[in-house]
Structure formats: C-alpha cells, structure tokens
Nanobody
Framework: QVRLVESGGGSVQAGGSLTLSCLTS????????IGWFRQAPGKEREAVAR??????YYADSVKGRFTISRDNAKNLLFLQMNSLKPEDTAMYYC????????????????WGQGTQVTVSS
C-alpha cells in the first residue's frame, strides 16, 4: 500500500523560503513519476514540479524558484521553495505515479493529505 505524508508547510512572508517534505512508503522510486501538485481555493490543481524518469520538470510559474529533489535511502521527496510569492499560496500535495492528463495537465494515482502553504505580502 502506497502512503505519502507531507510536512513542512506553514506561513511565510513574500520573499521567504520553505521546504516541503514527503515521506513515502510502499512506493518504489524506480517508478516513473513522483512530484508535487498544488491547489488554491477556486483554482484548478496544478502540477508544480515532478521527477519524470528522474528528470525534473517545473511549472513555468515556479521555474528558478522551486527545486524538487529526493533522498532514496530515506524515502523522502523534497520541494525547496524560494522567493515565495502570495500567488504560491495553496495546499500542496505529494503525488506518486503521476501521468499526463487532458491537455497539458498531469494527474496521479497516489496522493498525500496535503500541507498548507500561505504566503503573505
């Protein structure tokens, strides 16, 4: 059984940094895709960053500011977020076995419970 548990969310001022962590169990990192999604109230879910065949991909809105990484030995996935903006405010989800959805969207088979990130101006 795959289990994903996020941590590290919180409140920060614009320009600040946060690092999200996702502890995984029952999931083999050799699988194709694992990453981070976010959803703000009233907005569509967005694939923020993912490792697809170990290659990182980022949404245009976070390129140069966010970095995805993983520690296979500890079954951890990270999202380092720098230069945070109020528009980064959302619930952030760790997701595994991600795959292309309709259009240029992405979806996933396994989800964590989410961790809230709030950026104030």
């Amino acid at each position: 059984q795959v289990r994903l548990v996020e941590s590290g969310g919180g409140s920060v001022q614009a320009g600040g940094s946060l690092t999200l962590s996702c502890l995984t169990s029952g999931y083999a990192y050799s699988n194709n895709c694992i990453g981070w999604f976010r959803q703000a109230p009233g907005k569509e879910r967005e694939a923020v960053a993912r490792l697809f065949f170990k290659i990182p991909y980022y949404a245009d809105s976070v390129k140069g500011r966010f970095t995805i990484s993983r520690d296979n030995a500890k079954n951890l996935l990270f999202l380092q977020m720098n230069s945070l903006k109020p528009e980064d405010t959302a619930m952030y989800y760790c997701a595994a076995n991600c795959f292309p959805g309709p259009g240029d969207t992405w979806a996933a088979n396994y989800w964590g419970q989410g961790t809230q990130v709030t950026v104030s101006s």
